[in-house]
């Protein structure tokens, strides 16, 4: 299960108070629990030296990669100059970003947040398909209306939030009595609402201190006598004036005895306003000691060293400086109201909150009588064993494991009555694409789930169930109309076939079905026969870079067969389907991780068809019907491995059988290759060229035996062997790509690397075999039925394709914006948010970045050390491995922004080009920035802070030319390199 944990409650106006140390503690305990789910953490990036903080303090328990930074525009304090427009555009922006991580379950450490920093927090403003837990930590401004919500522009704030709070699916409240309040006051379903209690930190604990530390600690502090110890902030409900009048009631030898010190951060009124009291109580100035905010090894110290720790407050969520104190081995009395029971349980050891005299007889006893001291500090040593982090850890984790089965069963949104209206691009019959024939199977499946209209670019379709059930559209009507479309589907081949979709996925973003992983075919097609310029280049260096360039401008690879180019396609899908677990892998290792792609493996689908009989089959293409007769079906071509199944014929004992038939069922578009095919062809030997489907499906039911081999596949998935199991036809298959998935029960699956022996061994055995045959045909069509079937195929592109448009995109945020009643209050305002959409929701496939800044090479006046950088960097850039891209930048003193300087490095590398894509640079957590040369870097500190507010985001930074200088050079696959790059010139 993958739970993201939104952890604004340590980024608030309550970081460094209880709320903030609860959520990291919390969190921290969570990832050291011993369950096996995949935790994300979520930050908010407008303070970016708070999140580098908050990334250190999870060094070595999570892998940066796993804490994701979004980014919100800072203006959207409720209480100080927050803008509303802003403020609902970044709820809105929050939640597509936590969307998009793709939790099983969000964990909102604190709703509560935002009224006066830059922190937000919203449910259910974007989707409400995430199952959503949050901890709750009280109800008290909800309970204690004056005088918490006496200001207006507060008490909205607030019941926002009250509102957002009804959305969750779950509540982790810190104390049973936030539970029971939870409960009681906001109706909220009593299963559902979890105590999952608290703890403190290990730093809360006994230590030895000598007279020396502590006549350091009171000397520090004002203290000079034995000392009451309150903490806990300066509020109305903490019953701090109750605490001094209570104090000033102790008999005079006692309270003369004792300085009551007042542990934490106060203003300057508040101060004022407790000593005046103090005061008007005929309180010596030194018999209340107000010490202001203390760091925690002081306070650590201080609980250890207080004669009583007195916690009078009326109202807690739960009260964490008690267990503080109990921890560090203090006497403790407290209130016996709210939560604070749970934590002291001991009636003797607490008083009734709003008696001075209760209180302070309290004390009394506690201050004189050793005895019932000795007693509390006892019952605080065990009182503190019953709290862990693990405890709570384990009880919030069961809680949202709970949620994730429940919500698991929900049922499906039965508001869409009607079926969603699909647009399905794709070419059809009479189209001489296999795609073509691939839709029209799928399609009448598919229009179980969806009203269909396919949308085309040829001139006419000839299939028969498509012209009398759906609506044939042309694309020039599609974009007058792509507003009326709940759904688009987009099906891609290397082909000229699919030419028109490029553009179109860019504008109308759409699921895509990937039929082949290499699309430089198609690319290259446009740029070399279509005539539009860089068309293939740019497809080129955005899907692979530098080398891809450099190797198809300088050098003789085939860059065609070498670059899929498809990188473009795959970011602008708004989902992607593929056929194969080979083509996936493909998809991560070329283009980034799969927790950055919305992919889903569907089976090609492939129908049954209906075949003549073998003997009326044989009849019809002139074949002996005694004829032992081997078919290979699709395009002859070298990565067939044709020649290898004729060579491997000729040694078997087929050859000796007058009856025997090799066919290959298929054209050679291969004049070379076709050349060495006629020379091989033996007297059994038959080569059809392109035939028809019909006659295709005839060959498919005369055959004995069908023999498709691979190699080097590129991603596709082979439709002729799905007809051969549907036919029923004994196939022998190698184990290349996607074909090594199939079931080696219903095949004779040979290795990948297949020696011609193996070959002529599988051919002799099906020729000698008849049961085996028989088995086979069995298995083969079980095989196809149960996992190729249209209908189940169908049923699995719905249920992702749903699931894809049950998500976020970008068009929904800036739908849900445009939305809103609040309008922005200047254009500025749309120009921050963009940015931030940009920052936060990036395109989605894309390895690191190695960032090189070469803003050094345009300043730089020492011409010797320019060359020695660009030999330097040209290596780095000719880097061909792809765990990460090397990419120039340089700042750009205009704008005060980084840009991409791809058109001067092309030039650098002596490459021909020039793409014109110097845009300002796109980072992402996990890239490294390397200055090439800070010497002659010129210093600005809008750069400076750039890469600060990079790092926080989860670049690395700090690195040298040098060290990344040695991967390259060590790298022995890197291309060519050395002729035509640019020379420096004095």
């Known amino acids: 299960m993958r739970i993201v944990i939104d952890m604004q409650g340590v980024q608030g106006s309550s970081a460094k108070r209880g709320i903030g140390r609860y959520t990291l503690a919390f969190a921290q305990a969570v990832l050291k629990s011993d369950r096996d789910h995949e935790i994300l953490i979520a930050l908010n990036g407008a303070d970016t030296d708070l999140v580098l903080d908050i990334r250190s303090a999870f060094t070595g328990m999570l892998p940066q990669d796993n804490i994701k930074v979004w980014h919100t525009p800072k203006k959207v304090s409720d209480l100080f100059d927050g803008d509303p427009w802003l403020r609902r555009s970044a709820e809105v922006l929050r939640e597509a970003f936590l969307a998009n991580l793709r939790p099983d379950v969000l964990l909102v450490s604190s709703l509560f947040e935002g009224l006066d920093s830059s922190t937000v927090t919203s449910i259910g403003q974007v989707t409400t398909r995430i199952p959503t837990a949050v901890i709750l930590f009280d109800l008290i401004p909800y309970l204690h209306r004056f005088p918490y919500l006496q200001n207006p522009s507060i008490e909205t704030w607030y019941e926002r939030k009250l509102d957002h709070l009804r959305?969750?699916?779950?509540?982790?409240?810190?104390?049973?009595?936030?539970?029971?309040?939870?409960?009681?006051?906001?109706?909220?379903?009593?299963?559902?609402?979890?105590?999952?209690s608290s703890a403190v930190d290990d730093n809360f604990r006994t230590v030895d201190l000598s007279e020396t530390d502590r006549d350091r600690i009171n000397k520090r502090h004002g203290l000079f006598r034995p000392f009451v110890m309150y903490t806990g902030g300066i509020d109305y409900r903490k019953n701090i004036e109750g605490l001094i009048r209570a104090f000033a009631k102790l008999p005079t030898d006692i309270r003369k005895a004792h300085q009551l010190a007042i542990v934490c951060s106060i203003q300057e009124d508040s101060r004022a306003t407790l000593s005046h009291l103090a005061s008007s109580l005929g309180l010596d100035?030194?018999?209340?000691?107000?010490t202001g905010y203390v760091p925690e090894d002081d306070l650590v110290q201080l609980y250890n060293m207080c004669s009583l720790f007195v916690f009078s407050s009326t109202y807690e969520g739960f009260g964490l400086p008690i267990l503080e104190a109990m921890r560090c081995?203090?006497?403790?009395?407290?209130?016996?109201?709210?939560?604070?029971?749970?934590?002291?349980?001991?009636?003797?050891?607490?008083?009734?909150?709003?008696?001075?005299?209760?209180?302070?007889?309290?004390?009394?006893?506690?201050?004189?009588?050793?005895?019932?001291?000795?007693?509390?500090?006892?019952?605080?040593?065990?009182?503190?064993?019953?709290?862990?982090?693990?405890?709570?850890?384990?009880?919030?984790?069961?809680?949202?494991?709970?949620l994730h089965r429940s919500t698991a069963k929900r049922a499906p949104d039965p508001g869409q009555?009607?079926?969603?209206?699909?647009?399905?691009?794709?070419?059809?019959?009479?189209?001489?694409?296999?795609?073509?024939?691939?839709?029209?199977?799928?399609?009448?499946?598919?229009a179980r789930h969806y009203d269909i209209d396919v949308i085309v670019a040829q001139k006419g379709v000839s299939d028969i169930w498509v012209r009398a059930n759906v609506p044939v559209r042309s694309i020039q009507w599609f974009e007058k109309n792509a507003s009326s479309y709940n759904r688009i589907l987009y099906h891609f081949g290397n082909s000229m076939f699919h030419e028109h979709m490029i553009g179109l996925l860019g504008r109308f973003p759409g699921v895509v079905v990937l039929h082949d992983f290499f699309l430089s075919g198609l690319h290259s097609y446009r740029q070399v026969h279509e005539g539009m310029a860089n068309a293939w280049d740019r497809e080129l260096f955005h899907s692979h870079g530098y080398p891809a360039i450099w190797e198809r401008l300088r050098t003789s690879v085939d860059t065609i067969q070498k670059y899929p180019c498809s990188q473009r396609t795959i970011e602008d899908a708004s989902g992607l389907i593929i056929h194969s677990n080979y083509s996936a892998k493909l998809v991560r290792e070329y283009y980034g991780a799969s927790s950055q792609i919305n992919m889903r493996t569907v089976p090609l689908a492939r129908a049954a068809v209906k075949l003549l009989s073998k003997q009326a089959a044989r009849k019809e293409l002139g074949i002996d019907e005694d004829a032992f007769v081997v078919c290979s079906f699709g395009i002859l071509a070298p990565t067939k491995l044709n020649h290898r199944l004729m060579d491997a014929l000729s040694a078997s004992a087929l050859s000796r059988d007058k009856q025997c038939k090799l066919v290959f069922v298929g054209s050679n578009g291969w004049p070379e290759y076709a050349a060495l095919l006629e020379k091989k062809k033996s007297w059994f030997t038959g080569i059809t060229g392109w035939v028809s489907d019909e006659t295709y499906r005839v060959y498919l039911a005369a055959a004995d035996v069908a023999v498709q081999l691979r190699t080097d596949s590129r991603g596709e998935t082979s439709a002729a062997v799905l007809d051969c199991l549907n036919a029923g036809l004994p196939t022998i298959i190698n184990a290349n790509g996607s074909m090594a998935e199939i079931d080696p029960e219903a095949v004779i699956q040979l290795d990948d690397a297949f020696t011609d022996e193996a070959l002529t061994d599988a051919l002799d055995r099906l020729h000698g075999d008849a049961g085996l045959r028989r088995t086979l045909a069995t298995r083969a069509q079980n095989y196809a039925a149960t996992r190729h079937s249209p209908r189940l195929c169908a049923d699995m592109y719905a249920d992702f394709i749903e699931s894809v448009y049950g998500g976020v995109t970008v068009q929904d945020v800036l739908g849900a914006v445009a939305a809103l009643p609040e309008v922005p209050r200047a254009g500025e305002d749309l120009v921050t948010f963009a940015e931030c959409v940009d920052r936060t929701i990036p395109r989605t496939a894309r390895v690191p970045n190695l960032l090189i800044d070469i803003s050094g090479l345009v300043t730089g006046k020492d011409h010797a050390r320019k060359q020695e950088l660009i030999t330097t960097i040209n290596e780095l850039l000719l880097d061909p491995s792809r765990d990460r891209r090397a990419e120039t930048i340089s700042f750009d003193a205009e704008i005060g922004r980084f840009r991409y300087a791809r058109d001067f490095t092309f030039s650098m590398l002596g490459c021909p080009i020039a793409l014109g894509e110097d845009s300002v640079v796109d980072v992402r957590n996990?890239?490294?920035?390397?200055?090439?040369?800070?010497?002659?870097?010129?210093?600005?500190?809008?750069?400076?802070?750039?890469?600060?507010?990079?790092?926080?985001q989860g670049v690395s930074v700090g690195h040298t030319i040098a060290e990344w200088r040695k991967r390259a050079v060590a790298n022995p696959a890197a291309p060519p390199f050395g002729a035509g790059l640019m020379v420096i010139r004095a």
């Open 417 to 446: 009555k009607s079926r969603p209206k699909l647009a399905y691009f794709s070419p059809l019959p009479p189209e001489r694409s296999g795609i073509a024939g691939f839709s029209v199977e799928l399609l009448p499946e598919l």
């Open 167 to 196: 959305r969750a699916d779950a509540w982790l409240a810190i104390s049973e009595a936030t539970q029971r309040d939870a409960i009681r006051w906001l109706s909220l379903p009593p299963e559902r609402v979890v105590n999952i």
């Open 329 to 402: 081995g203090a006497a403790v009395i407290g209130a016996n109201s709210s939560s604070i029971p749970e934590v002291i349980g001991w009636n003797e050891a607490m008083f009734d909150p709003t008696s001075d005299d209760a209180i302070s007889a309290k004390m009394s006893e506690a201050l004189s009588d050793t005895n019932f001291r000795s007693k509390l500090i006892e019952n605080g040593a065990q009182r503190a064993k019953l709290f862990s982090w693990e405890v709570t850890a384990s009880r919030a984790l069961d809680a949202i494991e709970e």
């Open 285 to 290: 100035s030194d018999e209340l000691v107000l």
């Open 926 to 952: 996990g890239d490294v920035f390397v200055n090439a040369d800070p010497s002659i870097s010129g210093g600005d500190a809008r750069r400076d802070a750039i890469v600060l507010e990079w790092k926080a």
